[in-house]
């Protein structure tokens, strides 16, 4: 909750978005100003128009972009309005094998950004690549809110955990067919996300005759409350950002068994994880049956990944990004210093 935290610290924080989410609520209870533009896909003209009489009214001392579609449409208009302006990478550029034109777009862009900020390693090395100031900062864990959370009931066998969407870099083909050379184990996998990869899954779940261990179900907001008694979470993610979900997992002490790509070693270790290639099978069912034969290493595993997890609090990474902001203000040199009426603006899609 970035938003709601800089709000704490003395920022007038408006969000411009397409639509509401789970976090709706929270975020504007939390003093934040949303402005809904519409659910309108890719660079509609019409984003770009309420976006600009937004910022016109708001009148806002930086813009910071959080996702591809507005990284475009809120780098535009911050470019017109000639505002400083922060652009966000939460992926790494394989996110956008499939989308040619979106990639060379935002790199063009990227040009006029004040900072690119990645929130992993390899996507500040990706554009450092072409951009001169770029800077990481990670993902913050809200960890008290976790502990807080309660569990859900404790099931009466072993339950797996995945969360997130159905699409390839998320590969939940390769964990349902790891699931399959586990069975007849007693084990319930628990699927939560959507996506398009969803009817392909529904299929492959009844051919493997796995509708009696594995379930899919939608995103839930509360889904924190299977950490707390889930025996592990899985991922078998081909690229990620840095993975909110692994984060969370980490800090409710839920064992985690994830592949083997720079964005999940940036956050863990050997003596926090189980570690499996990517796109083997075998090894994911493999590293499943070790979590369960023993539950002992597992969460002393866990233990360590809490301790991992718990320096990257809300209130570190706000700090981080003032700073950013206080670089940019100061290139521009056409506003005055940050001071209690500073005010920040967010683009997200």
Not at 49 to 67: C, D, G, K, M, S
Not at 118 to 140: H, L, M
Not at 232 to 243: C, K, N, V
């Amino acid at each position: 909750m970035l938003a709601t935290a800089q709000v704490s610290r003395g920022w007038d924080v408006h969000i411009a978005l397409r639509r509401g989410g789970v976090h709706y609520l929270r975020v504007r209870e939390g003093g934040v100003r949303i402005h809904v533009l519409g659910d309108l896909r890719k660079a509609h003209p019409v984003l770009f128009a309420r976006l600009a009489a937004v910022v016109r009214e708001v009148q806002p001392q930086i813009i910071h972009t959080w996702l591809p579609q507005m990284d475009v449409v809120g780098g535009v208009v911050a470019i017109f309005n000639r505002v400083p302006w922060v652009m966000s990478e939460r992926a790494v550029l394989a996110a956008y094998a499939t989308m040619p034109l979106l990639r060379r777009t935002r790199s063009w862009l990227a040009r006029f950004a004040c900072f690119v900020v990645a929130n992993s390693p390899e996507g500040t090395d990706e554009w450092k690549q072409t951009v001169s100031s770029v800077d990481f900062i990670g993902n913050a864990v809200d960890v008290a809110a976790i502990d807080a959370v309660d569990p859900a009931t404790a099931p009466e066998v072993p339950l797996l955990l995945c969360v997130g969407r159905l699409a390839n870099q998320k590969a939940p083909e390769i964990l349902v067919q790891a699931a399959a050379q586990l069975a007849p184990q007693k084990f319930e996998l628990l699927i939560v996300g959507d996506g398009p990869l969803k009817t392909q899954l529904v299929g492959m779940i009844r051919e493997l005759e796995l509708d009696d261990c594995v379930r899919l179900v939608p995103y839930q907001a509360d889904w924190w409350r299977f950490l707390k008694v889930a025996t592990a979470l899985i991922s078998t993610s081909r690229f990620e950002g840095t993975p909110n979900v692994i984060l969370e997992a980490m800090a409710a002490e839920c064992p985690v068994i994830v592949t083997d790509i720079p964005a999940h070693r940036s956050i863990l270790s050997d003596t926090s994880a189980l570690f499996v290639p990517t796109e083997n099978v075998a090894a994911v069912a493999e590293a499943i049956s070790a979590v369960l034969d023993d539950p002992t290493s597992a969460r002393s595993r866990a233990v360590n990944a809490r301790q991992q997890v718990e320096p990257l609090t809300i209130a570190s990474v706000a700090e981080r990004y003032e700073s950013v902001y206080a670089t940019c203000q100061g290139a521009f040199q056409r506003r005055p210093p940050l001071r209690a009426d500073r005010h920040q603006w967010s683009a997200r899609s």
